[in-house]
């Protein structure tokens, strides 16, 4: 392939990530961000956002040798953990033993990965660049620094990895026929925070993603390297158990009381976190098509934004790193073909994650404290461990496989089918682990 | 209510009739129109694509007097007359005797919606204005010309009458949680003629809305004053009968020929305006809320373009004015009030309109060629003449009446499963005017 000029514009996760991609190609690569250089300001230095990285996100990763890079940085959580009013704990693995999603902190691996980016030659970051306009005939894109300093940057491709707030996006929404949607939840979310124990320990179990389901609305929590846990509560903007019903600091402290209690009891910070942190919305951006002209092209949340329940929309976006290459590894300088089949690849499986991740909010706050659904997976699992080429869980097909998500949420739909038959067999409670239940199902999956 | 300085972007079809409705308050009504006064020039003054009036529209009109003025330049259509390929003609009534949807001309009912809308006190038209800005809080705007030079219009409100492509509804889309959507169907229009016959008569007849339904597409023509009608080709973009694949003036003619050959033999200007008139796209646009701060509000195709196959864009958009101006009859200056109410009770109107439309689609390019749905709304046309109170067929609840399209639907979704059990009473072709099926379907309604 011969060598080309790269404009990616956000370094984020994603775009950072593609850099390195491209530039091991020996291309060379200009990467405009908006926002500051954090790693100067010490923002981000300790807690932030938690991610979950899982398979699709480590191969991407493995790609181009960053792996190991950020295995260091990563905590591996080997199943969920519910709490329940009571404080009583109920578990649920995962996967399959030693299988496990991994927690990093969003700001800490933006950090990470634009280093990497940046030791790679070629790669250059321009800082507090804000994109106004890109040609989509010539991939020629312009930015504005603080001071209404415009810049002009010529280049041979285009890759708008620039997010939900996507501004190469919005300059495509303006062409003829372009499909595109935004639409939000009824929750928000907001941030908050177990920290270390007095000893430096962890509070509550280190190697697992907590959870306290409570139906309409759920706090989860995610372990970070310095042994405090980085909280977030997911509840309706509006109605009876709301941000908007808790107005004042007693609002606040009765509502944890009364719902989250052993969560409250390991928040000290509770108050101040709540007044110093934003209530976040929830949104998903749907659009088609990804790419232009064979000029440019969407990656990421740009293209495809979802809700964080599934704990994909990172992994999703590094897997569109792995598809876009392997495609420039087949179809070499025939970037028409390349992107053309990216997007017809992709969207798929972008719209399928998008309602997967629907799907496991409901799972997450509502049916992990339902005996019947932990009964159900407890089935699977039994099954799935004594058959594995017969039937491998939707969760580990979306989360420990690189199954297409389109065919993983195919198959989960017919997994789905055959559980409710299982489930309505009388007397299923005593007989879960009996050779009726699993002849029953051996017959159902064939 | 206090007299107010209102701001209206855009100067269309709905902007106009709400700066009269406005201006008939007392308020005082700055208008900015991003194109420039085509009276002026003398754009628009034939032929132009047409809008079927019926009777949302002529209350909106009626409510502030204007019914007279733009009943002179509307023609009648009483029917439907489809077209076969072998020329057979088939007859369709839109409703009762005497009722009827009109024909206009966009560009000629604008010019003289505008010239009216300058007639009444404070009202004032700026052209060649587009929208750089809104402050959603102040409903201060800003507004550039084509020399660069910008000003500023500060008002107590502002209204974005301005259309699909809406400035203020791409500003209201950056603020939290805005639902928004747009799409595209696979089809697309061209805009074609036929002249008048060399007496000036018409070729076909006049006082009715022309189809030749083919499946896939279709043609459609609707009567002038001049004696011309103005045709609409609406066909896919790409696939077997597309505009793709109609590239040289052979394959328009030889199309034309196989598939409407008695609307070819008057069309000598076919392959002219094929060429010199574009093949413009189809989109639907939805979002939510249409309101800003009691403040800024979105009217007409801004907040809910639809496709045009029922003949409802324009009726629709007009019918925001009527239920505007009863909410500002009954709440006077509470604009929030105003506001909320009206998105609140438009929204779920404008999405069944929306659905409704895309509906009438299938129905006019293919249903209206089926001798099965023909004799279905003979059952239904025969029934509803009888027992009026009993039975409003849809398109009347939609075009002749004023009940509120969402419930329109709804009723309408009744009427279909009733007409399905009727169609499938054996010999139903014999007897469909029998008292058998008469009391079946008295029987069914009740």
Redesign the interface.
């Known amino acids: 392939m011969t060598k080309k000029e790269i404009t990616i514009v956000g370094a984020g996760l994603v775009g950072s990530l593609w850099a390195v991609y491209m530039a091991k190609k020996g291309h060379k690569v200009n990467m405009y961000e908006r926002r500051p250089d954090t790693r100067k300001e010490g923002v981000y230095g300790g807690r932030s956002i938690n991610l979950a990285l899982s398979d699709r996100g480590w191969k991407a990763l493995r790609g181009v040798g960053l792996e190991d890079e950020i295995r260091k940085v990563a905590i591996p959580m080997y199943r969920r953990v519910m709490h329940s009013v009571d404080g009583t704990l109920t578990y649920q693995p995962y996967g399959k033993e030693g299988q496990a999603i991994y927690s990093v902190s969003r700001g800490g691996l933006n950090q990470t990965m634009m280093s990497l980016a940046e030791q790679h030659e070629g790669v250059k970051i321009h800082f507090d660049q804000k994109c106004t306009g890109v040609d989509l005939e010539t991939a020629t894109a312009w930015f504005e620094d603080d001071h209404g300093k415009i810049v002009e940057q010529e280049a041979d491709l285009l890759f708008g990895a620039d997010g939900f707030?996507s501004a190469v996006r919005q300059i495509m929404?303006?062409t003829?026929?372009?499909?595109?949607?935004?639409?939000?939840i009824e929750h928000g979310y907001k941030e908050l925070s177990i920290p270390p124990a007095e000893d430096g320990g962890f509070r509550i179990e280190k190697n697992a993603l907590h959870i306290w389901p409570r139906g309409g609305f759920m706090l989860i929590a995610l372990p970070n390297q310095d042994g405090s846990f980085t909280c977030t509560l997911f509840m309706p903007?509006e109605g009876e158990n709301s941000f908007e019903n808790l107005k004042g600091d007693d609002d606040v402290l009765q509502f944890f009381r009364s719902t989250f209690p052993d969560a409250l009891a390991m928040m000290p910070d509770l108050i101040v976190e709540w007044k110093e942190n934003p209530t976040s919305?929830l949104?998903i951006i749907r659009c088609f098509p990804w790419t232009r002209n064979g000029k440019v092209a969407l990656i990421g949340d740009s293209s495809h934004a979802i809700v964080p329940f599934y704990g994909q929309g990172m992994n999703a976006g590094f897997e569109d790193c792995t598809v876009l290459n392997e495609l420039f590894e087949i179809y070499g300088d025939d970037v028409d073909t390349i992107f053309r089949q990216y997007e017809l690849i992709r969207k798929p499986d972008a719209d399928a994650i998008a309602e997967l991740a629907m799907r496991n909010f409901v799972e997450m706050r509502d049916l992990t404290a339902d005996p019947d659904f932990l009964l159900r997976k407890k089935i699977e699992r039994r099954f799935a461990d004594k058959y594995p080429e017969k039937w491998l869980p939707l969760y580990s097909m979306v989360t420990f496989s690189h199954i297409r998500y389109h065919d993983a949420l195919a198959e989960g739909n017919r997994q789905d089918a055959i559980m409710s038959k299982i489930m309505s067999i009388p007397g299923i409670e005593q007989k879960w682990d009996s050779v009726e239940v699993e002849n029953r199902l051996l017959e159902l999956v064939s």
């Open positions: 707030y929404q303006k003829d026929r372009f499909t595109y949607s935004q639409t939000y903007f919305s949104g």
